[in-house]
């Protein structure tokens, strides 16, 4: 099983400014399968990033995913009072398909 | 436009059994593989399985083989998860949610809108 692991736990951050959040993966990641998801309080999570670095539908560009192999990143360019939340990452290269613990981006 | 709609809120006791539902709508339901992913209290997402409804075939994570099961019903675009002896330690927020696209590995994209289950005596 391939455990994710997430960093910082929390980041502290004001809206404009930048957000960079890790996911470290225990082994690679087969053809870069690793998605990102943000889930806000009371509501499901939705998937930003998939394969790595694609945008998924209707996603602003201020959101960005890079990486490969173990380490992968999610950057967001300038932070929107929206997009204080929790993120996620899922590798979906072999079962299970696993989360990692999240990445909680609050207001400073 | 694709949809999952999950069935409502239960509340148990332990030892009862129980099946929820994810209604799939708005495109070829046996096409695509769909999971479960469990949240428990101010905890994180777990990955629990998938089916693909096309064919019933059911992968798990073994943290939850043998404590759950996944089944669908592609008659009417209907997946479940049930448990046959609830414990206290099932409660929690269960959201199913289909493969973003018509192959094994994939992300999920849609979600349902969550089913929470509450499990006291």
């Known amino acids: 099983e391939i455990v994710l692991t997430q960093s910082p736990g929390t980041l502290s951050l004001s809206p404009g400014e930048r957000a960079t959040l890790s996911c470290r993966a225990s082994?690679?990641?087969?053809?870069?399968?690793l998605a990102w998801y943000q889930q806000k309080p009371g509501q499901a999570p939705r998937l930003l990033i998939y394969?790595?670095?694609s945008r998924a539908t209707g996603i602003p560009e201020r959101f960005s995913g890079s990486g490969s192999g173990t380490d992968f990143t999610l950057t967001i360019s300038r932070l929107e009072p929206e997009d204080f939340a929790v993120y996620y990452c899922?590798?979906?290269?072999?079962?299970?398909?696993?989360f990692g613990p999240g990445t909680k981006v609050d207001i400073k | 436009e694709v949809q999952l709609v999950q069935s409502g809120a239960e509340v148990k006791k332990p030892g009862e059994s129980l099946k929820i539902s994810c209604k799939g709508s708005?495109?070829?339901?046996?096409?695509?593989?769909i999971g479960w992913v469990r949240q428990m209290p101010g905890k994180g997402l777990e990955w629990m399985g998938i089916?693909?409804?096309?064919?019933?075939?059911?992968r798990y994570s073994p943290s939850f083989r043998g404590q759950v099961t996944i089944s669908a019903d592609k008659s009417i675009s209907t997946a479940y998860l049930q448990w046959s002896s609830l414990k206290a330690s099932d409660t929690a927020m269960y959201y199913c949610?289909?493969?973003?696209?018509?192959?094994?590995?994939?992300?999920?994209?849609?979600w349902g809108q969550g089913t929470l289950v509450t499990v006291s005596s």
């Open positions: 708005g495109y070829s339901f046996t096409s695509y593989w």
């Open positions: 089916i693909y409804p096309g064919d019933s075939d059911t």
């Open positions: 899922q590798q979906y290269g072999g079962s299970p398909f696993t």
């Open positions: 394969g790595a670095s």
């Open positions: 082994q690679s990641v087969s053809s870069s399968y």
């Open positions: 949610a289909r493969h973003s696209g018509s192959g094994y590995s994939r992300s999920f994209d849609p």
